[in-house]
Nanobody, 113 residues
Framework: QVHLVESGGGLVQPGGSLRLSCAAS????????MRWYRQAPGKERELVAA????????NYADSVKGRFTCSRDNAKNTVYLQMTSLKPEDTAVYYC??????WGQGAQVTVSS
């Protein structure tokens, strides 16, 4: 059974940093690309970052390019989202996703002074 468990969310001031982790189990992690999505209140869920199965290729939403970095450790079955220079508009629930239909429970990130 596929499980994705996010951790590392919290409250941070504008300009601060957070690192989200997503621990995966129940499948061969190194065979799958992984994605991070986020959903702000009243808005649709949006793709934030994607990483290939071997970690060599990443893609980012324009809104986070240069500030967020997605990485993975296939030996630990974990994907990460390093977030820097955080802005209030980054406030959302962040979800880890494994194609095609598996989601984590989400991690709340709140950027506020």
């Amino acid at each position: 059974q596929v499980h994705l468990v996010e951790s590392g969310g919290g409250l941070v001031q504008p300009g601060g940093s957070l690192r989200l982790s997503c621990a995966a189990s129940g499948f061969t992690f190194s065979n799958y690309p992984m994605r991070w999505y986020r959903q702000a209140p009243g808005k649709e869920r949006e793709l934030v970052a994607a990483i290939s199965s071997n970690g060599r290729n990443t893609n980012y939403a324009d809104s986070v390019k240069g500030r967020f970095t997605c990485s993975r450790d296939n030996a630990k079955n974990t994907v990460y989202l390093q977030m820097t220079s955080l802005k209030p508009e980054d406030t959302a629930v962040y979800y880890c996703h494994r194609p095609s239909a598996y989601w984590g429970q989400g991690a709340q990130v709140t950027v506020s002074s």
